[in-house]
């Protein structure tokens, strides 16, 4: 059984759940499903997914359905929201003069295109005017239920002489 601690290796395919398009995958590390979806692209690297479970740098809904798998194992699960890419949060789309996004740079302000804010957050164009701009600020899949085909292929418990297998370690300060 996987355990918070251990690296998980897994094939993952997400699809969105909810019309208008129910069943299209938006995400594979399978470059077979890849090439049947119709997904692939020469520019990517379709590989097994790597990740310590437990360490929140994937979405809650894929480590959680890890911790209750076993190696060799394929799973669907469908997520909400929260589980997933979160809520849409309406205090993320704001409206910018489109003075401050064009600043004569030769930039010029044009829906769906993305752009970086001074804080480095990434959201998309969703709207131009002749004075101000509308970004979206939300994760794109944000609101959305997805469904995810979990495959693991591979369960490493840590290393010996890691944090996680020393015994002193949870007394130590951080």
Known sequence: MVEPGHLAVVHLTGRLVDAPDAG?????T???VALDEGVY???RHFRPFEFVVGEGTVIDGIDGTVLDMSSGETRTVVLEPEAAYGKRDPEL?????RSELEDGDDVTAEPDSLVRSETGDVGWIVDVEDETVTVDFNHELAGERVEFEIR??????PEPGTEDDDPAASDRAV
């Not at 299209?24 to 594979?28: D, G, N, Q, R, W």
């Not at 789309?93 to 003069?97: C, F, L, M, Y």
């Not at 693991?152 to 418990?157: F, G, I, N, P, T």
């Open 24 to 28: 299209e995958v938006f995400e594979t």
């Open 30 to 32: 399978d470059v077979d």
């Open 41 to 43: 692209h020469d520019h």
């Open 93 to 97: 789309v704001v409206t910018i003069p």
């Open 152 to 157: 693991l292929l591979e369960v490493r418990a």
